[in-house]
């Protein structure tokens, strides 16, 4: 039986397209959104398992609900953990984000937990989601070549390394946490702060200059533009609860006679 194993996301960032592919997170951790998110046209979801209480289990299940709409999915670890890495890959994803990588040595190590022997240390199960129970006879083989490897750095320090981050054989793109960054900055919950923001476009410039794909969230459409004219070629736009809880409270304001409830500053990303 032949089975399509193709990474979608990976092609994505390699077509020539009207705009680079924009996404959104997920916070709600359940299948339902998770499916309604993916029929509004985001090319890429981000399913969070560090923010938000996913475990593998319950992972499976939201991948199953991505897998009946035309998104993507990427999974963002808990952590930068080997077993993890293993268990989440199984379990079927394609596309793995890591957080907090601050030096190539950790970049390495991630990129060693999801690739098979010999390129890296992936336990070997011929029969789980990921290989269509064992229907896709090629998976082994192939694993390799489509599995993505997304490092996301979150400080000054990281980003700073970022071009020998990249240079790590199978990191596959890098992606910016601009919350954390400012935090670590010293300004946190600003991300639209000046010093912030130049070091997210120094971040840009250096991935474009070693052609590596860099990715970033934006909290709105305005931030999100300001990104992609940075130089990012992926970008998640807030997240699905930060979505529904803001066009809830525009539309109670409207009908109390309210100001629509905006932050005086772009606080969070999602």
């Known amino acids: ?103 190539a040595e950790e970049a390495a190590a991630a990129v060693s937990a999801a690739k098979y022997p010999p390129v890296g240390i992936r336990g070997v199960a011929a029969v789980h989601r990921a290989s269509r129970y064992g229907s896709a ?52 919950g600003d991300i639209g702060h000046a010093d912030v923001q130049a070091l997210l476009e120094r971040a840009a410039s250096d991935a474009r200059a070693v052609g590596t794909p860099i990715g970033i969230v934006g909290p709105n459409p305005a931030m999100v533009r300001r990104f992609l004219d940075y130089g990012y070629d992926f970008s998640a736009m807030a997240s699905d609860i930060a979505m529904m809880t803001g066009r809830a409270r525009d539309w109670l304001g409207e009908l109390r006679g309210e100001a629509a409830s905006q932050p005086a500053k772009v606080t969070s990303a999602y």
Not at 35 to 40: L, Y
Not at 67 to 74: A, Q
Not at 141 to 167: F, G
């Open 1 to 103: 039986m032949t089975i399509d194993l193709t990474n979608r996301f990976r092609r994505m960032l390699t077509e020539d397209r009207p705009m680079p592919p924009l996404g959104t997170w997920l916070m709600s951790a359940a299948p339902g959104p998770t499916e309604a998110i993916g029929h509004c046209g985001f090319d890429f979801v981000v399913v969070d398992m560090e923010h938000v209480p996913v475990e593998v289990g319950q992972l499976s299940d939201i991948l199953r609900a991505v897998g009946c709409t035309p998104t993507e999915p990427l999974v963002r670890l808990p952590w930068n953990d080997k077993v993890t890495i293993k268990k989440v890959l199984d379990a079927g994803a394609q596309t793995l984000m890591v957080p907090f990588v601050e030096t």
């Open 137 to 188: 006879t090629d998976y082994l083989k192939r694993a390799n070549d489509e599995v993505m490897v997304i490092v996301q750095l979150e400080t000054p320090e990281a980003v700073s390394r970022l071009r020998e981050i990249a240079a790590v054989p199978g990191v596959d793109a890098i992606f910016v946490g601009p919350g954390d960054l400012s935090a670590a900055m010293g300004h946190l």
